[in-house]
């Protein structure tokens, strides 16, 4: 049996919002280009975004 990792999640809450880990660098990194791309920079934000493991200690 493996254990499941979840990102942002609160004990005791209920886990519907809870984001699993293995899904969180690619959601931080299509955000950061989606945000990225009106400046022209949207690949190099989803790179950036995808490789700067911010929660991960």
Known sequence: MSKA????SVPGADHSGWQALGDHPFAIASLADEMGRPL???RACF???LF???DIP
Do not use: C, N, P, S
């Not at 990792?5 to 942002?8: D, I, R």
């Open 47 to 49: 790179a950036a975004g």
């Open 5 to 8: 990792y979840f990102v942002h």
């Open 40 to 42: 022209g920079i949207g």
């Open 52 to 54: 700067m493991m911010r």
